[in-house]
């Protein structure tokens, strides 16, 4: 049975009071929303008596009865804006005593109403609403945890009180969090700019944006545990997408030059601030470019991202400024691990990697082959120090199973990752085309997977039989949505720039039971 707290008792007493009144609580009926509030502050003038029949929608955010008159706050998607009511206007001469029952008792905070009428400014100077006719839109029966502000008298500063801060609350209800804590649509306004403006970038280049598939027989393009399910009428496991690289690239097999797609994928591992099990991730694939072309415009679009979103190329992002200005800075791997720890580990084989990382105190396994012993050490002792938007190119062979082998410099692929404020932005490869050497390395995959590699990458024979059709020269991207949104949004966490984010089961409370 649900529990329900004293006011929500009342406010459903209210809803069965308006009802036998013959108010509809969720009316069926349209209501045409003319202006919003933004609209009105930015550009009303009195003396141009404009705004003079608006018509706006909302939530009640407060109310200040006083006798006959009441003033209120009305909030839209675009803010916030002062309502002036007057029983004599809205109510019909035999009706007085209905706008005693309806708006000074019925009514509550959160309920959604709509008004129409004038715009006027105040005495003292308030942009308001005078309203000629309010209608209940829908009655809210669980009151919203309003924030109260207070302006401190010795400094003159607002002070927030009662305010829903509490970020595990946030993520679970994040329609409270939007409603009353407006700075946090802001994330998600810049979120979406973020990807129009992506999104106009590659379309301005020529590139097609295309759908691939989510449910997949095989898993592939990236090293990570998937999510696993089962196709009852064919009866056969398949396999939330960890990457949509090898469908895109089977796309340039069949003379696409230039696609992409903003793409939701799962991974089923851990989860922290920088980790959530389904992301976004938007993968680039062009037919007869290389890494360093790529690099070149991952510069440009990143660059034109911050100016779509703050004007300029500098981005606060916690204590750091970070500025996307090109050119970035650019380190081989091995330059940037001899840089930050002072070892040279190129020519270590496995046995001295392992040394090395007991002596830097990096935490390693016995599945960890050679590629995931640098990795651990760069990830360790590099990654978090490099702020400023920096290139890191070539990698070991290992470490890269579906990229180009170095055309200058043996044992090594045509391979980056971006890195920003000391995490992973996005990785880029040289496409390695040679079917055969392909299949080599996916067989040196099974080989780590049956070491212990849970996050090795499996055969895929359809994929092989692709390229042996022939894939021209290809470079191709993967840029994180949510990594690069956090950055963007100067936010804390991943949850953060996600609307619903996963989270742990909600601890159910059980009701104790009657004594006998």
């Not at 929303?33 to 502050?41: D, L, M, P, S």
């Amino acid at each position: 049975m649900q529990h329900l707290s004293e006011q929500e008792l009342q406010r459903r007493h209210k809803l069965e009071e308006l009802e036998k009144l013959g108010i509809e609580a969720y009316p069926s009926e349209l209501f045409d929303v003319t202006f919003y509030a933004k609209e009105i502050h930015d550009n009303y003038h009195p003396e141009l008596n404009n705004f003079q029949e608006v018509a706006l929608a909302g939530r009640l955010m407060s109310q200040r009865v006083m006798g006959k008159a009441s003033f209120a706050e009305l909030m839209d998607t675009s803010g916030r804006i002062q309502l002036y009511v007057n029983r004599d206007e809205i109510c019909p001469s035999e009706d007085k005593e209905l706008y005693n029952t309806v708006f000074k008792k019925l009514l509550d905070l959160g309920d959604f109403i709509g008004v129409k009428g004038r715009v006027f400014k105040t005495q003292v100077g308030e942009t308001s609403i005078h309203v000629t006719e309010l209608k209940l839109l829908a009655k809210a029966l669980r009151p919203l945890p309003v924030v109260k502000e207070k302006v401190d008298e010795a400094t003159g500063e607002k002070v927030t009180y009662d305010a829903f801060t509490d970020p595990e609350q946030r993520y679970r209800q994040r329609y409270v969090d939007l409603a009353v804590n407006p700075q946090v649509r802001d994330t998600f306004i810049k979120r979406t700019q973020l990807v129009q403006s992506m999104r106009n970038f590659l379309n301005d280049k020529g590139y097609l944006e295309v759908e691939t598939p989510i449910l997949q027989p095989l898993y592939g393009g990236a090293a990570a545990r998937p999510f696993t399910t089962h196709h009852n009428t064919l009866d056969m496991t398949l396999y939330l997408r960890i990457a949509n690289e090898l469908y895109l690239k089977r796309l340039i097999v069949g003379g696409f030059d230039g696609v992409y797609e903003f793409s939701k994928d799962f991974r089923n591992e851990g989860m922290s601030r920088f980790h959530n099990p389904e992301f976004t991730q938007m993968e680039l694939y062009v037919a007869y470019k290389d890494y360093a072309w790529m690099m070149d415009l991952v510069e440009e679009m990143v660059e034109r991202v911050a100016l779509a979103l703050h004007g300029q190329t500098e981005v606060q992002v916690g204590e750091n400024r970070i500025n996307f200005q090109r050119p970035w800075q650019r380190y081989t791997m091995f330059e940037a691990i001899e840089k930050y720890t002072g070892v040279a580990i190129g020519e270590m084989d496995e046995a001295a990697l392992r040394e090395t990382a007991e002596k830097l105190n990096v935490h390693l396994n016995p599945s960890m082959g050679k590629a995931k012993i640098i990795d651990e050490i760069f990830g360790e002792h590099v990654e978090p120090k490099l702020i400023q938007p920096t290139f890191i190119t070539d990698y070991p062979v290992e470490m890269s199973p579906l990229a180009k082998k170095h055309r200058d410099r043996p044992g090594m692929v045509e391979r980056f990752e971006a890195i920003c404020n000391g995490k992973e932005i996005c990785n880029a490869f040289s496409e390695l085309n040679d079917p055969i050497d392909q299949r080599k390395r996916f067989e040196d995959q099974l080989e780590l997977g049956k070491r212990g590699d849970t996050e090795a990458m499996v055969l895929d024979e359809d994929f092989l039989r692709a390229l042996e059709y022939g894939m021209p020269p290809t470079a191709g991207l993967g840029i994180g949505i949510d990594r690069l949104s956090m950055i963007m949004t100067n936010s804390h966490s991943i949850q953060d720039v996600l609307f619903f984010p996963q989270m742990k089961p909600e601890a159910v409370q059980k009701e104790k039971p009657e004594k006998e």
